[in-house]
């Protein structure tokens, strides 16, 4: 079984930061991708960033240029790196891990975090 627990989030002010982090623990063997979710009330579930086991990134739009994800794949961690964060960034927010191979039987799963909130309000 894999674990994916989150860290890092909280109440900022609009224009602050904040950084995530989400770490993979248990029979691994491999992480295809890990990425960051997004939701809020009445909203959907909508992908933040995500990035590969070699280092490609795929971003939200409404957070291009304003959040960075990073990975250090021999701790299967992924960081959110949140700067210039507005209300609208307001949701609880989720780490994904995508196509995890087990280290015991080869199987190919996905799994989720239990999500961290993240409050961006004066």
């Known amino acids: 079984q894999v674990q994916l627990v989150e860290s890092g989030g909280g109440l900022v002010q609009p224009g602050g930061s904040l950084r995530l982090s989400c770490a993979a623990s248990?029979?691994?063997?491999?992480?295809?991708?890990m990425g960051w979710y997004r939701q809020a009330p009445g909203n959907q579930r909508e992908l933040v960033a995500d990035?590969?086991?070699?280092?490609?990134?795929n971003y939200a739009d409404s957070v291009k240029g304003r959040f960075t994800i990073s990975r250090d794949n021999a701790k299967n961690t992924v960081y959110l790196q949140m700067n210039s964060l507005k209300p609208e960034d307001t949701a609880v927010y989720y780490c994904?891990?995508?196509?995890?191979?087990?280290?015991?039987?080869?199987?190919?799963?996905?799994?989720w975090g239990q999500g961290t909130q993240v409050t961006v309000s004066s």
């Open positions: 994904n891990a995508r196509g995890v191979y087990s280290s015991i039987n080869w199987l190919r799963s996905d799994y």
């Open positions: 248990g029979s691994i063997l491999a992480i295809t991708a």
């Open positions: 990035i590969t086991s070699g280092g490609s990134t």
